[in-house]
């Protein structure tokens, strides 16, 4: 197991420099200059200025290169976006706000989602099981900006009884909470309903009962266990989405967190922040897959790791 | 983060929804498939799974129908009736150039659809060749597949996706392109994991130990098994792609006007729905019902293809 | 026209030379001194002057004492302002460090006072300069700066404070993003931005003394002062100690201005409170000023939850929402003169005909653009200049580019295309839309798919992808649609948007002659205009752009905002006028807090 993980950790190492190197090229074969050009033509002379500033005129290789060997030294550059910061500042300041929304809406929406699956499936074909079905269709269907603005209106505008958005006290995180928990709700009740199906009708769990295993057993041990799986495929994976926010919740609720700048370097071609988030997020997904596959061989014993 | 997870939570969802409970590692225990007919069969017993055909099928027939049944052309902009309320001239009413919204919804939708079936389709291509290579051989060229998977996660999506739109233009089959590339993943891992977990089962251990060779095994017995959840993943990558392809325009990447696309209206309707309700309605609506429709078919075929029924 | 006499309508007795002007200063200084020394240091003593029109200006130091406040206004601890902003690159809130990736386009350029201000009836008042003067050539500037002005770091502002700023907007190694202003304009400003020659090289000088200011030109340029509208200085100490970007830290922030940095937390909010060292000649009431920075597409709701006091451009739906709910809170303003049009690349066909784009010009409605869509948003372009905007020409010029389809279709035949299918079909690309824009460019695409019959898409691109793709030479833009807004109050800098190799790839000798005549031109400013006007009428009959809707920016106004700006100015004009809330423009003097507002509106 140890050496399969070290592995798999060389292997992220790989994929660090891969995805770089793709977002590096990327990066310069979008048009648009980094800086804003403003309203008129530069002069050329300060175009070239500018270049030589950033080292553009560099060879691309070359400036990936530098790039490399910067990050190995610790220094992933300056936000172009923010130029008094590094890039690390800038994450460490607004990923906690992201990092906090995310779990308060996994600590709420998950067990939430569980509870609402279980009753569904345990009265199946009941109201509760329409109910919880309808519901967590719409929780899917409706996009969460449309969601966010609807939210502001109502309990903002409307009843005054939270800000409209902003960060800095608990009244602020309620309603990004409610928007951002809709979908993994929806899902997660979606999902345990599914799994618990089809794991009570599972081969070995009627064989457990025919063996006169009491029902509760049933349920808790075997049922729960092979529900599991299917919900550590789906629902781990949505963990680092929700805990690397969503630049949409945090644009309409005003949140200075992580989640909008995927966006809105790109849009402003800060390439080391756009850099930085890449290996950001590689590694976070590259432990989650991990970490889920990890799992998986506690889960089904059969399941073995290569 | 790929596009799917930054582009919008949703599209996430869509690949949390796509990695449908089938992929369960467990479960598809058995024979090789059924028979067509009996599946068939299965499926129309239930009432679910035929509702959600016949909203596809009616989804479809809208796309392709469209230019017949809408009430004006798609490109029809009369400015001095902009703004209006619905009403029995314009039964979705119009929108802020003056077009009518039931023409543009019926014309979403045949963008969406397009966008839906074809990004899924590119996504197929991709990811399960990919994903049989990598549970079929397994060793380094599964090690090689699931890092290329992980690369592929962190792909900045937005950056491609304007990467296509600003250097080849803002075409419906750049918007294809950019979500099918960067949303192959989930069939990928699905493909691979259930392959992963065929060739353990019983079945496939006893055809091996009668000599039969791999490539066989793989084609006749472990395939067909796979199909079951791969089918249901397509099914709801569709709304997937059509989620995507909203979170896009919402960035400002989107479909050139004046192609509708009815997650380019959702995203338009942001800053009017306070007062002009009736411009977010209806194509949220429209993609809630291909939503619907995808889900049922899609659940429908998991349990007529689930070879535990036999 | 060369300003000989010092140029001061406003501040009488101003000469530094004059013995009461002596005395005055002398009493300002013991003033602050006096103030210095008492406790929190906030009071001052009331020194109030009214000028014309009710504008309150003082020597200085006499700002927001509350015996100095109207009856209605809120108490001093009150009187807070709470601006929104766009996200977004926030570098720095100095001009000089960049002027489009500046924080808070709100509240702006408050840590010093420029050269001179734009006053609400457009006229370049003094403000940091007392008077200024040219050489018989119109070519050397002598500015006699306020002696009084210090930082509060203790340091006096002088000659030098300026001299380095307009070296550091020189300077290669810093790639200002507006180094274009003075490109053609300021001596040495084309070599240096080059690396050419050394920055101390510039023409720009300390003069007699260190409160003279002394700006060579290349070629007489009788516009340079209103250029100087953009002169905030850096302090030379802070750029010394702390580089450039001293103001984006509370710590090293440094203001000789009406108002000091606070707080800045990224992305969320820059608070502003009122410089007690301050000794400009604004008098500013307001004592706070709180940025809140967001998406513009969420300020709505914040005004309608009162926690924003002002806001500018509201989506079209919401403008409706306001006009039902608070109809009295809705100014329509003049803002900057922008002009937003169609442009083509004249080098390419099919555009490389005129009567193509004569096609183009007469094909759209302007006037139901402005009914249906615009609203108090903007009015009809017909041509460049907007009404107002000195040497335009609205009425003269009207209907060259008048709506008229059956013309349009003729002219689009007697190009070639009789039948309107074979015209190659357009993608028109818009900058970045607002909803707005987005509405009136779908608008207008619209009305040439139908009034000539052609095959026209929209295509939305973003800023940077846009402005690289349009100033690439040659432009990689065939049919664009973009707008342009002032820098500067004179003919000059929005006619020089058309000249050859600039911002189009339209070229045309004769307009580029009488634009270059009329900005060097020295003598009766009406035949300036008329230079001006002629140079318009070519851009106009030529067609390189047909000209939709002059904005007019609607601004929201919350009641309890009050204050001079309420009245109509000289142009019968009642709203917040550009640039805003900064040290530019007297704005800041034009408003205070009303005692009806709620409290705690900056407070998150």
Known sequence: MARYILGRLLGLVFVLFAVSLITFLLTRAVPGDPFASGERELPEATQIARAEKYGFDQPILVQYGRYVWNVLHGDFGVPFQSPSQTVVDLIRDTWPVTLRVGALTILISYPLGIVLGLLAALHRNSWVDYAVTFGSTLGMVLPNFVVAIWLILLFSVGLGWFPSGGWGSPAHIVLPVIAYSLLPTALVARYTRVSLLESLGADHVRTARAKGLAERKVLVWHVARNAMIPFVTIMIPEIPNILTGSIFIEQVFRLPGLGRFFVTSTLTRDYPMILALVLLVAVVWGITYLLTDILYTWLDPRIRLL | ?310 | MIVKQPFRPQLPNDDPRDPAAIARRIALMERRMRRRSLLGGTLGLAGLAAFGGGLRFGPAAARAQEASLPDDAAPADQQVYVVPSGTGPDKTPDFYESVYERVSDGASDLFSDPLVRLNRNFEIIPAAALDWSSNDEGTVWTFNLEPALMWNDGNPVTANDWVRTFQYGADPAHAWDFTWFFQGVMAGWDEAIAGEIPLEELGVREGENPNQLIVETQAPAPFLPAMLLYSTPLSAAALDEHGPLYNSNPETSVSAGPFMLDEWAVDQRVVYVANPDYMGSLIVPVQRVVIKLAEPSTWFIMYQNDEIDFMVNPAPADLVIAQAEFPDQIYSAVGDFRTHYLFFDVTQPPFDSLEVRQAFSHAIDRDAIKAQILGPAGIPAYSWLAPGFPAANSDGLAEIQAFDPDRAKELLAAAGYDDPSTFPAQTLQVRNPTPLVSAVSQATAAMLRENLGIQVEVQDVDQDTFMDALTAKPTEILLGFVSYGMDFLDPYNMLSVWLSGGRHSWANEEFDTLVREGASFIGEADERIEIFQNAERILVEDVPGVFIYHETPVQLIKPWVLGEFKEPDANGIAAMHWPGYSAMSTVPAELYIGADAPVGRGDS
């Open chain 2, 1 to 310: 983060m790929t596009m799917s997870a930054t582009a919008s939570q949703r599209v996430g969802a869509g690949i949390g929804a796509v990695d449908s409970p089938l992929l369960t590692l467990e479960g598809i225990a058995g024979r090789p498939v059924s028979n067509t007919r009996r599946a068939l069969r299965r499926f129309f017993q239930q009432r679910l799974a035929v509702a959600g055909l016949l909203i596809t099928g009616f989804l479809i027939l809208v796309a392709v129908l469209a230019p017949v049944l809408a009430p004006t052309s798609m490109e029809a902009a009369d400015l001095m009736s902009a703004n209006q309320f619905p009403s029995a001239e314009h039964p979705f009413g119009t929108d802020a150039i003056g077009r009518d919204v039931l023409t543009r919804v019926m014309f979403g939708t045949r963008t969406s659809l397009i966008v839906g079936f074809a990004a899924v389709g590119i996504a197929c291509a991709i990811g399960i060749p990919l994903g049989l290579a990598a549970g079929l051989r397994g060793g380094w060229v599964d090690f090689a597949v699931m890092r290329a998977v992980e690369v592929m996660v962190a792909f900045p999506g937005i950056l491609f996706a304007m990467f296509l739109v600003t250097v080849i233009g803002g075409g419906v089959q750049n918007i294809i392109l950019a979500i099918g590339v960067t949303t192959w993943v989930t069939l990928c891992r699905l493909t691979r994991s259930q392959l992963l977990t065929l060739r353990e089962q019983e079945f496939v251990q006893a055809a091996r130990s009668l000599g039969v060779p791999e490539a066989r095994i793989a084609v006749r017995h472990m395939l067909p098994n796979a199909m079951a959840p791969l089918i249901v993943a397509v099914t709801l990558g569709i709304p997937t792609a059509i989620f995507a392809e909203a979170g896009l325009s919402f960035l400002g990447i989107g479909i050139n006007e004046p192609t509708p696309s009815l997650g380019k209206m959702v995203a338009d309707s942001a800053q009017y729905i306070r007062v002009y309700w009736y411009l977010g309605v209806f194509p949220t609506a429209a993609i809630a019902l291909a939503m619907l429709g995808f889900t049922f078919v899609g659940d429908g075929l998991r349990d007529a293809l689930d070879p535990r029924h036999n």
